[in-house]
């Protein structure tokens, strides 16, 4: 008898519990993310938003959300993923390319969890089944973003203020490989699609970061004549030097990117190319919380609302808004590529095949192969139109053709 | 000073120190007074105070139990604890039980955490070791960091240049040796220099530690190549990382082999300092060099071979590091523990088992903040990683201030006019 009374409700108890536990996935689902800024950066902002945003359409409780803030690329890393999963984590989301080798090696050490490594490239062929990649098709939003910055360009030549040959581009690149060429090409060919004449020098700060070196090349371009200045950098210091240049008697307006400019350069600042990082989120929370694998690669656009610019500013052209809705219905659509061979040419030729090894190499090594993909062709048809195909063989940009009418200023 | 010293106090204190005595715990203060006073009997008309005698004067106690100094510690590291949560307390509103509970879950809370703690533990454990003789012999070396660095460059050296080249047990007994004798090189430096030339160690030291520094970030800037940093090295191949022991989720595999090496470190630092001729040669460096040359220890020699155990054994640290743990290196490495084992080491009073004790109590209270931020800081904005800490190095100082006042004590020069006026009644 007495036994019985202390058993009932012990087996009550536990009942209580994993009913619990069953009916609210939500509310027991913890996620961390390790972030290598925090909400004074645009591009760690954006992240943070997204994934409050995406937490709130779940109905995950903020305190489920863990966060590792101003985690540098080296073994903070390992250290913040491992507190992550020691506070219950079932999925850790980094955002940072650098941080994309110690999630692998977390990958490996617990194979119970969820890893992704936004911006990173090597999933796929590492081998690691919990360890994933993500990016959006951000190229889609430089695309339009251009058009906003051709649209101003092509209203100053009808007015006089410039000529049709001196619509020279500038273009803050952080560094020189894929994901900033094919950013920056996508930008140009967005100016071209308006004003056929435009050109474009690039200089790169090898920084994703630095506010003062963003300002100093920003200045640079406009000293060499550009009058439009796009970035792949995340700081406000190009958008907030045009502003000062813009008042000084310069012509020059800015592109930015991540975060709407307005606040820094209300004058200067045209539109910024924004990731709608929400939708990732959501997805890969949701996915998560279900007990279901989340994608190896996984990059939207436009389609998918993943990308987008922000609201215009004060001094964009007239008739902008019109041309940037059909821009963006087209890409929504999929009959606008981005990319499309007969737009542009390499050394004078129009590009017929480009191939692509997904192999991850090290390039500090004479490009000993790390991970081993394989060669994929990049130019693809549809219909009459041949395009070159990118974040489709993976998540992370690949395009990486330096195009005739633009210069890398070393 | 301090003969003149004891003599002031003496003569006030024997009739206190039985009545005091048995007032038991709260006057255990006062019974350490008593406890340090020498019997020979001093005329106490000897006592007037040098006019140009200094306030305040730092004495030092003897003959203290460690029973006192035991009682002293924790009630003062209790009261320092107490303090700190009502800090925290005070600037978040957060309940105080949850918060010592935080700090508990911090090391106790699932396996992950406490294996995460024991990593620590045994990483500040070796370098205070490390840094151990040297200090015995009142050598300042505070170039553990420089140390560390160049045993895991060296590491990393041998996995980038030779882990292509030959099987990953052979490169990680490359690395083991290279690590070892460029840690050994690195403290061996400043050691010949102070032999020789008597040449200050501290500034020598933590000269090094730059370089060694400076060494590393061009290395990890070469290697990077043109990523925006570098990443773990031989990531697919995995050549020349320790391999991980595979013992069920109770027990971190990369851990237990430092975890056993350790504990075998403590003990043979404790007779090799205690019991062996090295040891000995050691203390009398430490307490004179005059007293030991002229009884014939070869000093330069006994500060040359001190350092270069010393290095080679921060040196094998820096190579755990890199082999074992991060697989990468960045100046970051050592984690500002070639600094924390100072305090280690002091608070200790050099001995190795008690560093097991502060050591611990370090990481149990590093581990307990971050969790107290981790877990309760989107409840109580007042409980960021910043607040923690800050509560966490109030308990270090006091713990510190704890061990220095339970070895020294103040003498106020108010407090001798007092005692003489005191003993002329």
Partial sequence: ?410 | MNEEENKSLETVVPSESESEKKKGMSSFFASIKTKFVKKDNAPSDELPRDKREPLIRIAKRNNVTWKTKLIAGLSCVGTAILVSILFLWAISGANPFSIIGAIFQGTFGNSIKLWAAIKEIVILLAVALALLPAYKMRFWNVGGQGQILIGALLTAICMQYLGDKMPSALVIIFSIIFAAVGGALWAYIPAIFKAKWNTNETLFTLMLNYIAVLLVTFFTDRWKGQKSSMGTINSSTKSGWLPTLKLGSAIDGKVLIPLILVILLTVFMYFYLRKTKHGYEIEVVGDSVSTARYTGIPVPHVIRRTLAMSGCICGLVGFFYVAGFDHTLSATTSGGYGFSAVIICWLSNFNPFVMIGYSSLLIFLEQGGRNLSNTMYYQYSGLNEYSTQLAVFLIIIAIMLTSFFIRYRLVFAKDNKVTVKKAEQ
């Fill in chain 1, 1 to 410: 008898m007495n036994k019985c009374f202390k058993v009932v409700p012990l087996v009550l108890a536990s009942v209580a519990m994993l009913a619990g536990c069953g009916s609210d996935s939500a509310s027991n689902f913890k996620a961390g993310f390790i972030l290598v800024g925090d909400e004074t950066e645009g591009y760690s902002e954006a992240h943070i938003n997204g994934i409050k945003a995406a937490a709130k359409k779940l109905g995950i409780p903020e305190a489920n959300l863990m966060w590792k803030k101003k985690v540098e690329e080296n073994e903070a890393v390992t250290t913040a993923g491992k507190d992550l999963i020691a506070n219950g984590a079932s999925l850790v989301i980094s955002n940072s390319y650098g941080h994309q080798d110690y999630m692998k090696d977390l990958a490996d050490s617990y194979p119970d969890q969820q890893f992704v490594s936004m911006t990173g490239d090597y999933a796929a062929i590492s081998g690691a089944s919990n360890f994933k990649n993500a990016f959006t098709n951000i190229y889609e939003a430089r695309y339009v973003s251009g058009i906003v910055g051709g649209m101003k360009l092509k209203e100053l030549i009808d007015a006089g203020t410039i000529t049709a040959d001196d619509a020279k581009v500038g273009y803050v690149g952080a560094y020189s490989y894929a994901e900033v060429v094919s950013g920056y090409t996508a930008f140009f060919l967005g100016v071209r699609s308006i004003v056929p004449t435009a050109t474009m020098e690039v200089i790169y700060t090898n920084s994703w970061f630095d506010v003062t070196k963003e300002a100093n090349t920003a200045e640079t371009l406009v000293n060499d004549g550009c009058h439009l200045i796009g970035q792949h950098a995340d700081s406000t210091g190009a958008p907030s030097k045009c502003e000062d240049m813009l008042k000084a008697g310069k012509i020059c307006y800015s592109v930015g990117y991540n975060v709407d400019m307005r606040s820094v350069a209300p004058n200067a600042a045209l539109t910024s190319a924004t990731n709608n990082w929400e939708v990732y989120y959501e997805y890969a929370m949701k996915s998560a919380m279900n007990g279901n694998v989340i994608a190896t690669d996984w990059s939207k656009g436009y389609a998918d609302g993943a990308v987008g610019i922000t609201d215009l500013g004060n001094q964009a052209a007239k008739g902008t808004d019109a041309a940037v809705k059909a821009a963006e219905d087209a890409l929504k659509a999929g009959t606008l590529h981005v990319f499309d061979t007969s737009k542009f040419t390499v050394d004078g030729e129009v590009v017929t095949s480009k191939m692509f090894d997904l192999s991850y190499k090290d390039w500090a090594k004479g490009g000993d192969e790390i991970y081993h993909g394989n060669t994929v062709e990049t130019v693809k048809k549809d219909g009459d139109v041949s395009y070159i195909e990118e974040s489709v063989a993976r998540s992370a940009p690949y395009f990486d053709l330096r195009i005739d009418g633009i210069t890398e200023k070393k």
